[in-house]
C-alpha cells in the first residue's frame, strides 16, 4: 500500500515568489492535514481538508491556503514568500481525520532566499 | 500558548536500560493522545496512541501512561535501542468533528551504544 507522496521534495524560492506543493494521500484516505515544521517550533497545524472542504484551520496568515481535489488528492499554497517560510511542509492522512491515526508523508524542504 | 509541552529537548539514555519520555498538556478538552516518531530527512512515523479512557496502552517495548488529573503522559521504551535515536513528538487531540492534532516541540532522544 503506497504512503502518503508529496513533491516537490526540495525547493529553492526567492522573497516575494509563490509556492505550490502537492500531496497524494493513503489509498481511501478522505482527509489530509497539513503542517510546517520549523526549527525548535515543532509542528504547527496549517489546514485540513475532507471531500474537498477546508474542515479546520490554524493560526497561520491568509497567504497559506490550500485545497483538495476529489480524489483527495490535496495541494497548499503560499504566496508572497518570506525568508520566515522556510522550513519542512508535511502533508498527513487520515481514513476521515476524527480520531484515527495520521499518516505523514516526507515532507517537501522549502528554502526562500 | 504551547498548549502542548515538552519541556526537555533531549535525552540520553544507555542501550538497555529505560527511556522514559514526558509531555505535558494545558487543554482539558484532549481525550485522545499520540507519540510519533522522526528520523532526519523523513516524515514523522506513528508510534502508539492512549485514549483518554485508559491510563496505560502497550505495544512491544513501547508503553504509554496517562495521567489525566495531572494532564500528564509519558512514552517508556524498554530496553532502548541505538536504532531508538530520533526525535519524539507528542500529540494531542480532543474528540469533535474538527478535531486536529496538537503537536508538542519534540524531544532528541539518543541511545549510547
Known amino acids: 500500500k503506497a504512503g502518503v507522496t508529496q513533491t516537490p521534495r526540495y525547493l529553492i524560492k526567492t522573497r516575494g515568489q509563490q509556492v505550490t506543493l502537492s500531496c497524494s494521500p493513503i489509498?481511501?484516505?478522505?482527509?489530509v492535514s497539513w503542517y510546517q515544521q520549523t526549527p525548535g517550533q515543532g509542528l504547527q497545524f496549517l489546514f485540513e481538508?475532507?471531500?474537498?472542504?477546508?474542515?479546520n484551520k490554524g493560526n497561520f496568515p491568509g497567504r497559506f491556503s490550500g485545497r483538495q481535489f476529489s480524489n483527495s488528492r490535496s495541494e497548499m499554497n503560499v504566496s508572497t514568500l518570506e525568508l520566515g517560510d522556510s522550513a519542512l511542509y508535511l502533508c498527513?492522512?487520515?481514513?476521515?481525520?476524527?480520531?484515527?491515526?495520521?499518516?505523514f508523508g516526507e515532507g517537501s524542504w522549502l528554502t526562500v532566499v | 500558548d504551547q498548549q502542548v509541552k515538552q519541556n526537555s529537548p533531549s535525552l540520553s539514555v544507555q542501550e538497555g536500560r529505560i527511556s522514559i519520555l514526558n509531555c505535558d498538556y494545558t487543554?482539558?478538552?484532549?481525550?485522545?493522545f499520540l507519540w510519533y516518531k522522526k528520523y532526519p530527512a523523513e516524515g514523522p512515523t506513528f508510534l502508539i496512541s492512549?485514549?483518554?479512557?485508559?491510563d496505560k496502552n502497550e505495544d512491544g517495548r513501547f508503553t504509554v501512561f496517562l495521567n489525566k488529573s495531572a494532564k500528564h503522559l509519558s512514552l517508556h521504551i524498554v530496553p532502548s535501542q541505538p536504532g531508538d535515536s530520533a526525535v519524539y513528538f507528542c500529540?494531542?487531540?480532543?474528540?469533535?468533528?474538527?478535531?486536529?492534532?496538537?503537536f508538542g516541540k519534540g524531544i532528541t532522544l539518543s541511545v549510547r551504544p
Open positions: 492512549i485514549s483518554s479512557i485508559k
Open positions: 487543554n482539558s478538552m484532549f481525550d485522545y
Open positions: 500529540a494531542a487531540s480532543n474528540t469533535g468533528a474538527n478535531s486536529k492534532l496538537t
Open positions: 481538508y475532507f471531500s474537498e472542504t477546508q474542515r
Open positions: 498527513a492522512s487520515s481514513l476521515d481525520g476524527l480520531r484515527n491515526t495520521i499518516y
Open positions: 489509498s481511501g484516505h478522505r482527509s
